[in-house]
């Protein structure tokens, strides 16, 4: 049996579809079946054995086309495996060591019964969209901060459980 996935995702200045690119990619590396949409153009769910929900961080909250998601189909959520990632740290902190999810994400974590959060870090270039982004990059503190390392390694382990192959740590080892 096929597994089939989707990695949905809220963006504003591409960075996060970047990091849902890349869990698509290593999902279908591992033969799985998985669909990248954006957020706020998904229907149903019924089709998708597990779903990976992936937002960017904007002053402590999730993008609202995640929010309004998570929301919306809650309930579908709640019936299969979920996993959620946030996109944010203009530093290296994500990369350092697990970062706990901001408390209104916490709660969307709670309700949907997710079986983890990651947050990774973020990326803001030059030409980002927003007052308050093109500000943060004109004092210099923007710049690229993913880890797609860590982020295939993640996806690597979401998609071993799907296939139910042996656990292993973020090493790779079992």
């Keep these: 049996m096929t597994v089939k996935v989707l990695v949905a995702y ?74 959620l990632f946030s996109s944010g740290p203009l530093d290296e902190s994500a990369n350092e060591g697990d970062l706990p999810p901001v408390p209104s994400v916490r709660r969307i974590s709670i309700r949907i019964q997710a079986r983890e959060h990651v947050t990774f870090g973020g990326c803001l270039s030059d030409d980002a969209q927003g007052w308050m982004a093109r500000m943060i990059v004109k004092a210099g503190k923007g710049g690229d901060f993913r880890d797609f390392e860590q982020i295939s390694a993640w996806a690597q382990r979401i998609g071993a459980t799907l296939l139910g192959e042996p656990a292993t740590d973020r090493g790779g080892q079992p």
């Design 10 to 83: 809220a963006t504003k200045n591409r960075s996060t579809a970047e990091i849902a690119r890349t869990l698509t990619e290593v999902f279908r590396k591992q033969g799985i079946d998985a669909e990248m949409r954006l957020a706020r153009d998904v229907g149903e769910l019924q089709v998708y054995d597990a779903v990976v929900l992936g937002s960017p961080l904007y002053e402590g909250q999730w993008h609202k086309d995640a929010r309004r998601f998570a929301k919306r189909h809650r309930e579908a959520l709640a019936g299969r495996p979920v996993w």
